[in-house]
């Protein structure tokens, strides 16, 4: 088997491998979660700076790598404040060794919130103890069917293309066959949740859909400024891990920004039951 069905098998069968390690971190939570993200953390530090920048020494990327470990530990501790206020010390640090060394500000700019700030996302949404797994399992959910549901309906339907400068492979039929497949994850959830509005969280799910396509497509740019196909090749027919995890990160920081506006006792019941 060759070309795209081939590619179309590895795919599946390094997710078939994945999902069940990414979804038993999630239902035990504690430290086998935290462990996972810190995993993710040094992976994303060690593939973002070669999309910034031709020149990428260890340098630059063992701060950051740092910075995620120790923000995920002190998140999953419960201080995800203090998280927050520890990848700023880490940002700090990187622009002054930049300042030092005369080099661009940007990348580290860029490459410290896009890495630590989804990490402690989806650690304050887990951190709740009744519906923190649940709201976790909804995202990943959400985010695979989206990419599911894209895939097929793009290959299925065709037509004009979503952004042809960054992402070629992606339509608005795609578009829309994965905000279909989320909003039908959100419609799902709620009903088992049996509270909130079926409804309302379908239609959330479907506007998260659009934000996981955006940023696979803002990831897409980032490769393409590049000039590489794949952020890393540790995933077959994936690629790098960032490859795997730009629509959830994306998604994950959109999810979170609506748990706080919602204003719920938690963060799993602010984005998981509306009204």
Known sequence: MTGKAGE??????????????????????????????????????????????????????????????LAVIIGGGGSVVAGVMLMIAGLLFGLGQRLWGGRPLW???????????????????????????WALFWLLFLVWATDVGAYFAGRGIGGPKLSPRFSPNKTWAGLGGGV??????????????????????????????????????????????????DSGTLIPGHGGVLDRVDGLAAAALAAALLALLHGSASPSVGVLIWP
Not at 44 to 65: H, N, T
Not at 180 to 185: D, G, I
Not at 207 to 218: F, H, P, R, S, Y
């Open 180 to 229: 279909a497949a989320a909003a039908l994850v959100g419609l799902v959830a709620s009903l088992l949740l049996g509270a909130g509005s079926p409804l309302l969280l379908a239609l959330l799910s479907g506007l998260l859909a659009v934000v996981a396509q955006a940023g696979d497509i803002a990831e897409s740019a980032l490769k393409r400024r590049a000039g590489v196909k």
């Open 107 to 133: 990348p580290a700019l860029l490459a410290y919130p896009y890495v630590v700030l989804p990490l402690l996302a989806l650690l304050w949404l887990r951190l709740d103890e009744d519906l923190g797994r």
């Open 8 to 69: 179309l098998r590895l795919r599946v069968l390094s997710a078939l491998v994945l999902a069940p390690l990414v979804l038993g971190a999630v239902w035990l939570g504690g430290l086998y979660f935290s462990l996972l993200l810190a995993l993710a953390g040094i992976l994303m530090a060690r593939e973002i700076f070669p999309l910034l920048e031709k020149q990428s020494p260890v340098s630059d990327i063992v701060p950051l790598g740092i910075a995620s470990v």
